[in-house]
């Protein structure tokens, strides 16, 4: 289905800050889901909507947060030698968070709109790594053990340099050896993967590093098993 200019302006969702100020990020997205099944785009929303975010997640109280684990629900824990991140999660309880999910909601109905993929809902977290924080190789989503199917990860911060480390490294979808990707987690850059397919690890950070860490979602729910969150 063609893209036209019309189609991509439903993207400029009515919120408080105006989310979008260009196509092209989105178009390209949507090019490189198509071909490869990932993508990393710079300036993807309008640089005040961005800020707003970056202002949001540096914000934050450390003791608001939590440390990260590994897995879901029951099956949660606490693994440093893994991960030694802090989250929180995003709900819709100040006018950005609502707006940045409305925006995310947009998205998720412009994906299924162009790729057919069935996109149900979208879940995210705030994420900080402090100096010396890391999130060991690992895929977001295990084929056929999980509803989440699109990852997505933007960054907020301020001149990010060689040597701050915190990069993320995407790794090739058939072997998970070869890099296929190193991206530095510099302000308003997005990526997008899908979940089940490409391992991935944020290397270790040397200065504090904030990110919103998000998944679109499939539902799965069904009379005996119901779709965990969070």
């Known amino acids: 289905m063609p893209v036209d200019t019309w189609s991509v302006k439903k993207l400029y969702v009515e919120n408080s800050i105006p989310a979008f100020s260009r196509k092209e990020?989105?178009?390209?997205?949507?090019?490189?889901?198509?071909?490869?099944?990932?993508?990393?785009?710079?300036?993807?929303?309008?640089?005040?909507?961005?800020?707003?975010?970056?202002?949001?997640?540096?914000?934050?109280?450390?003791?608001?947060?939590?440390?990260?684990?590994?897995?879901?629900?029951?099956?949660?824990?606490?693994?440093?030698?893994?991960?030694?991140?802090?989250?929180?999660?995003?709900?819709?309880?100040?006018?950005?968070?609502?707006?940045?999910?409305?925006?995310?909601?947009s998205l998720r109905v412009a994906l299924n709109r162009y790729l057919f993929i069935g996109l149900f809902d979208y879940e995210a977290h705030f994420a900080r790594y402090e100096k010396g924080a890391f999130y060991e190789k690992h895929v977001d989503a295990f084929k056929g053990e999980s509803n989440r199917v699109l990852s997505t990860v933007l960054y907020l911060n301020e001149n990010w340099q060689e040597g701050d480390g915190g990069e993320l490294v995407i790794y090739d979808e058939h072997n998970p050896d070869i890099e296929v990707g190193r991206f530095f987690p510099k302000k308003g850059r997005l990526a997008i993967f899908l979940s089940e397919c490409f391992y991935h690890e944020v290397v270790v950070a040397h200065r504090t590093r904030h990110s919103i860490a998000g998944w679109f979602r499939v539902n799965n729910t069904t009379g005996k098993n119901l779709d965990p969150d969070q």
């Open 25 to 105: 990020p989105f178009l390209n997205l949507l090019m490189d889901l198509k071909t490869k099944g990932w993508s990393v785009q710079d300036d993807f929303f309008s640089t005040d909507f961005t800020q707003a975010l970056m202002d949001e997640a540096e914000n934050i109280e450390n003791t608001q947060m939590q440390l990260a684990g590994v897995g879901r629900k029951q099956d949660h824990q606490i693994v440093l030698d893994a991960r030694r991140d802090y989250i929180q999660w995003i709900d819709p309880d100040k006018p950005i968070r609502t707006d940045f999910l409305k925006v995310m909601e």
